[in-house]
């Protein structure tokens, strides 16, 4: 019975404990820039996936947004209140851990913990974020002033260790993103302007509880936070006609009832549009399909629910699909789509005005580029992944979502 005792009060101790707690961002979840009060703003290519908005200001220079913009709304309103609430939960929170130095990185690894930084704060080489294994492991960052990750930093995340489960929360100052750094997690100033300069990365959000929001040909996404107790190897969805194919595949299943696929035309009210019976128990691929109609929408929202055969349920990813129609209306479509990475591209405006055409990947990275107008580019070296085409025009840019599938 000692031996018992003693393995319990071991067990108590054991180092991947983590008290720190995560805020409740309510509607920001789906954003990935926003400000209570400022402009909004970006200048050269940028691929941004997630709502951007804010409460107070002007929204300019984004060409595309596989999301949605909010301005001045019901959805800003509440945003603006749930930003101020998740800042002081964040920098209310009881430090963990001595003060930091005010340079985060160059190679340090830490572990799950509330760090605070007493002024000016920066990021410079690597800093890795060791959960120890454990999936819900919260690191929250406390600046005291202005915070400038430097150019090329990194946040790395190991272990376990999600960008869902960061913060950054920064009092009285600035955040500003250097070119080719690539950061991971929640960062809200508190007020400060916020901005990500070229070729920077961002898993996670840029907020502002006032001040303006600036990026310049970056690549940022909202992280995405849920997932399936099942193995989940893709969801998407892809426009077909005036239809969207949706197409989600499991590696394994164990107990899986049904699935639920949900659509919304602005990312928070939801509608059931199929329950799909699953495998149950399955140890190899699985591939389900469901065909929507939802008419002459601009963009639409996907998730999709799974529950056991215990009624236990869980959410996956949010997608955001963009209809044929409205890239027909534009002038430009991809055919087929998706496709194994070779496709026609059918231009009905003048093709002697395109000024060049080039092709990112979701991550932002140009990978093709052509001057003026390439009907059949090839595609085939790429590996699966959503994509977007750009076409430049004199006066504007047209710009297609399309899926490769090997």
Not at 129 to 148: C, D, E, M, P, R
Not at 205 to 217: K, N
Not at 251 to 259: F, G, I, R, V
Request: aromatic fraction near 10%; glycine fraction near 10%.
């Amino acid at each position: 019975m000692k031996n018992k005792f003693l393995l319990i009060a071991i067990t108590l101790t054991f180092p991947k404990t983590n008290f720190a707690q995560a805020p409740n961002l309510g509607t920001l979840s789906d954003f990935v820039f926003f400000t209570t009060t400022g402009a909004v703003s970006n200048t050269g290519v940028s691929s941004v996936i997630g709502k951007l908005g804010t409460n107070n200001g002007a929204i300019t220079g984004f060409t595309y947004v596989p999301g949605q913009e909010e301005n001045a709304n019901a959805v800003t309103q509440q945003a603006a209140a749930d930003v101020s609430v998740a800042y002081n939960d964040l920098f209310n929170a009881v430090p963990t851990f001595p003060p930091h130095i005010p340079v985060l990185g160059n190679g340090e690894t830490l572990t799950a913990g509330v760090y605070i930084i007493q002024g000016a704060g920066s990021i410079e080489g690597v800093l890795n974020l060791n959960a120890q294994g454990n999936s819900n492991a919260i690191f929250i960052f406390q600046v005291q002033g202005a915070f400038s990750p430097g150019p090329s930093s990194l946040v790395n995340l190991r272990n376990g260790a999600s960008a869902c489960n960061v913060f950054w929360a920064v009092e009285g100052g600035a955040i500003a993103m250097a070119a080719l750094s690539e950061m991971k997690g929640t960062f809200i100033a508190h007020p400060g302007a916020v901005s990500m300069a070229a070729g920077s990365k961002l898993e996670g959000r840029l907020l502002s509880t006032t001040g303006a929001v600036a990026v310049d040909a970056v690549s940022a996404i909202f992280p995405i936070c849920g997932f399936l107790p099942i193995e989940l190897v893709s969801f998407a969805g892809t426009c077909n006609k005036q239809n969207i194919d949706l197409v989600w595949s499991t590696a394994t299943e164990s107990n899986s009832d049904h699935y639920t696929v949900e659509r919304s035309v602005e990312g928070i009210n939801w509608q059931v549009i199929t329950i799909i019976k699953a495998a149950g128990n399955a140890a190899s691929l699985r591939t389900y399909t469901f065909t929507d109609r939802p008419g002459n929408k601009d963009i639409l929202y996907y998730r999709l629910k799974q529950t056991d055969l215990n009624g236990s349920n869980k959410y996956g990813n949010t997608i955001a699909v963009r209809s044929c129609a409205v890239a027909a209306s534009q002038g430009l479509t991809l055919y087929p789509n998706p496709s194994n990475g070779k496709f026609h591209v059918l231009f009905t405006g003048n093709i002697n005005e395109v000024r060049s055409t080039q092709i990112f990947n979701c991550q932002g990275q140009k990978i093709y580029e052509a001057n003026g107008f390439i009907s059949k580019p090839d595609l085939s070296g790429e590996t699966t992944g959503i994509y977007f085409m750009y076409i430049h025009l004199p006066e504007k840019i047209i710009i297609v979502k399309f899926l490769i599938e090997k």
